[in-house]
């Protein structure tokens, strides 16, 4: 199975990444943006993995839960990657308390490996920008504004299965943060 370690977005995050992925397609963001229900802030992508594998990991993701408490994070701008210039993504920069989810990318990484990178939550794949002016008068806008914040209780083991109309998402296994 295709699978990714990650947060999936509540409602609330959801709701301002629609808005703000309207706001992209009226100045004329082409591509293919990440539909409300597959929102999520991927912390490793592990790409394909066994059902053996699936479990190990479940059972490395429930020992590293352990040792958190539920935190807050915050999309805090919106970014292009690489850059304005030469936009590929459209992400969200994710903004967190105490550096709490950089700290569980890295013992994710450490415990179980795949593709990290820095906390974000991707919003559009760019095809192409019909006014690039706009396009960064936009970022601008949403360049240092805490847009939304959520709650972070757990972490998901997402399956992928690619279907005609894009990705769909699973939770194969989720690790809710300790109470204590």
Same mark, same amino acid.
């Given at each position: ?12 995050? &959801? ?8 706001? $992209? ?13 597959? $929102? ?25 839960? &352990?040792?958190? &408490? ?29 550096? $709490? $989810?950089?700290?569980? @990318?890295?013992?994710?990484? &450490?415990?179980?490996?795949g593709d990290v990178k820095p906390p974000h939550m991707t919003l559009c794949r760019v095809k192409e920008l019909k006014d690039k002016r706009k396009f960064i008068e936009l970022l601008e806008k949403y360049q240092s504004k805490s847009i939304v914040s959520f709650e972070v209780s757990s972490v998901q083991l997402i399956k992928s299965e690619l279907g005609r109309n894009g990705?769909?998402? @699973? ?10």
């Open positions: 199975m295709r699978a990714f370690i990650g947060i999936l977005a509540p409602e609330k995050v &959801k709701a301002a990444a629609t808005s703000i992925a309207n706001e $992209l397609n009226e100045i004329g963001v082409i591509g293919k943006y990440v539909e409300a229900e597959n $929102l999520h802030v991927n912390l490793s992508f592990l790409d394909e993995i066994s059902e053996e594998d699936a479990q190990e990991f479940a059972a490395k993701l429930d020992l590293i839960a &352990k040792g958190y &408490k539920k935190f807050s994070a915050t999309l805090s701008a919106v970014k292009a990657i690489p850059n304005e210039r030469f936009a590929r993504v459209v992400a969200f920069a994710v903004e967190q308390e105490n550096d $709490l $989810l950089n700290s569980l @990318s890295k013992d994710i990484q &450490k415990a179980i490996g990705p769909v998402y @699973s939770v194969v296994h989720e690790c809710v943060f300790s109470e204590e």
